[in-house]
């Protein structure tokens, strides 16, 4: 991904995310709280979603799926400063970057990494397999 930042282009990739990227999301999700994440899962709009007969199943699961991705982008900023030093460990893990080289970035290009990070195909498949203990 190019992230442009005051003329100057910095690149940073992320790799496929498997298995080993559990761990450092869990360390971010710990930090927040669990129980915060899980009420990801039990919203009124998630329901909606679920319960509306128009759509294919698909298009269900992949709107319940990043209906949960985006509350779960929602809870992270909301709690940044518990989980900020796990979130730069999980960024440098999952990219070409290290910490240091992420602790500096300017704020429009570290947030444009957390963004992108959240959008992963990857991600948004492992919150729309989640959502599917609900349908």
């Given at each position: ?22 761990a450092p ?5 710990g930090?927040i709280g669990?129980d ?12 909606k979603?679920f ?5 294919a199943k698909e298009?269900?699961t ?9 509350d ?6 909301s ?11 999980l ?11 992420i ?5 429009p290009?570290?947030m444009?990494m957390?963004?992108d990070?959240f959008?992963k195909?990857e991600?948004r ?9 609900f349908n």
């Open positions: 991904m190019e992230v442009i930042n005051g003329g100057k282009q910095k690149l940073y990739t992320f790799k496929q995310l498997d298995a080993t990227d559990v999301m869990c360390a971010v999700i930090k669990i915060k994440f899980t009420k990801c899962f039990e919203s009124a709009d998630l329901l979603i319960r509306d007969k128009t759509k298009a269900i992949n709107l319940a799926g990043i209906k949960v991705a985006l779960i982008g929602n809870i992270v900023v709690n940044y400063p518990a989980c900020e030093e796990e979130l730069f460990v960024l440098a893990k999952v990219s070409d970057k290290t910490v240091d080289e602790k500096a970035f300017s704020f290009v570290y444009k957390i963004v990070f959008k195909e991600f498949d492992f919150f729309k397999v989640a959502s599917e203990l």
